[in-house]
DNA sequence: GTCTTAAATGAAAGTCTTTTTCAGTTGCAG
DNA sequence: CTGCAACTGAAAAAGACTTTCATTTAAGAC
């Protein structure tokens, strides 16, 4: 993830945001973060750089930071709702079933996929969501551990 | 979607499910459907064949059903736990943006895609999800007439 | 620097979704 | 038929998310 912190503040200020510092917390904690967080686990980990961070703030700035596209949504199986920090560009997520890593794939080699369904279906195509879940190199060498 | 009542209905009891009336409620309503529906969707329509049918029977069976491969769940970019039937085998859908209407894509041509995947990440791949949004033909004939 | 103001904040209350508990009911094997 | 485990709905609880509002803060103007 070629993110950093300064990056991503300007682009939230270019966007005609403020960056206050619970903004500076939540975005601190995300770049820190190596799997999707949820709202709640946000707010525990980034009132480590904002002591009264609320959790009505993680929400409103989260919906910010989507919008802006610094922050992308994650829907995984058991679970909705995690954010990660997103690259710009269309990519996609690996999710490590067991730690929760996500790697991201840059790129996207669906096109042609997608319009052999638009042929298909009728529909025309507008977006597509992909997720892919595996165990990461780490996950895999504890189990042979074992 | 080639799937009728019955067949659905003996799936259940042979993973060992009694087949009640509100069950039988729940996989009618889902049957007659073209869209993904809430559970509180399911809930009100389902009514029609089971009076008093509770919300919590609702996602107690949907839970059961997703377990035996009946029902999927769907999450789409701007909401939740949507489910539709599933047709057997390994399937994406194409979900229209205007009408939700659900068209089921068989077969999955994402083989060599994440296999490539796999090799720049190191990830074992144990399952994807795709869901495809975009808008379907009836649709676009709306818009061109208005 | 300091002032001003619109944007942003946290707390509290409210709403909506989902889960748990429990006493009563029902499908179905024998 | 009968018995019993599985299943049910209602009520209550837990959880996730949103709205409201008085206070605070960032950032541009002076």
């Known amino acids: 993830m070629a993110a950093d912190f300064d990056t991503l503040a300007d682009h939230l200020r270019e966007h005609g945001h403020k960056l206050t510092q619970p903004r500076r917390a939540i975005l601190k904690t995300l770049v820190a973060a190596s799997k999707p ?6 707010q525990a980990r980034g009132q480590a750089f904002c002591a009264d961070l609320g959790l009505v703030t993680v929400y409103r700035t989260l919906e910010i930071m989507a919008d802006v596209g610094i922050v992308r949504p994650v829907h995984v199986v058991d679970g909705c709702h995690g954010y990660v920090l997103a690259t710009p560009g269309h990519t996609h ?28 279906t009728g529909y025309t195509i507008t977006g597509h969501w992909l ?9 895999q060498q504890h189990d042979d551990t074992q």
Chains 1, 2 share one sequence.
């Open 37 to 42: 967080l949820s709202p709640a686990e946000i």
């Open 93 to 120: 997520h690996v999710i490590c079933e067991r730690c929760n890593v996500v790697v991201e794939i840059a790129g996207c080699e669906l096109g042609g996929f997608l319009e052999r369904v638009a042929q298909r």
């Open 131 to 139: 997720e892919i879940s595996g165990i990461c190199a780490d996950c």
